[in-house]
């Protein structure tokens, strides 16, 4: 990629980070072009559709809770890297409002632009509830879509303004039914 073309495709991926964090993911594409100070057609030509400009800024983040959880797998106790790591699946998807309904559906649907990055960091976190089991440190009737579903949940909560004060304290009631005492 030339070297402007490289700084507008960036320069684009901020801006649309602004206005999705603002308006969720259901943002105008024109609004995020204008807002870039570029055209519709330019903006289409880097991302030619609202997945694509959804994977292309989330790939980041999601590749690093990827790392993430490859990180605390190796220093971390197993209930303690589960925790830390949710934590941080929780936090990450809470900045783009509308992000896990996307994320959901991607990962329902081979042919979306967010499929891989959504199936690769549930992978990651299935890992660390499965290591967790296997230390006797989480419950075992539970799977990874099921870590999935519970921590897309919260970062729902994180979502709606209303809700979004309980978001903390629900982490911990569904940490304490997923985690066993020991």
């Not at 971390?76 to 998807?93: E, G, K």
Request: include cysteine; aromatic fraction near 4%; charge should be negative.
């Amino acid at each position: 990629m030339r070297a402007d073309a490289k700084a507008n495709h960036d320069h684009l991926l901020v801006v649309a980070g602004t206005v999705i964090t603002e308006h969720g993911v259901d943002a105008s594409m024109r609004d995020i072009a204008r807002r870039a100070g570029v055209g519709l057609a330019t903006l289409l030509r880097h991302f030619p559709t609202r997945e694509s400009l959804l994977e292309a800024m989330l790939r980041t983040s999601f590749d690093e809770l990827t790392t993430k959880a490859a990180e605390v797998e190796t220093t971390s106790p197993p209930a303690d890297a589960l925790l830390a790591w949710l934590r941080d699946f929780v936090a990450c998807t809470t900045n783009y409002r509308g992000v896990v309904t996307s994320m959901v559906n991607a990962i329902e649907d081979p042919e979306s632009a967010l499929h891989d990055s959504c199936v690769t960091m549930r992978a990651a976190g299935t890992r660390l509830l499965t290591r967790a089991q296997a230390a006797g440190a989480a419950r075992t009737d539970i799977d990874g879509a099921d870590l999935f579903a519970l921590a897309a949940s919260l970062a729902w909560l994180g979502d709606q303004p209303a809700l979004e004060p309980r978001v903390e304290r629900l982490f911990g009631v569904v940490m304490g039914a997923v985690l066993v005492k020991g």
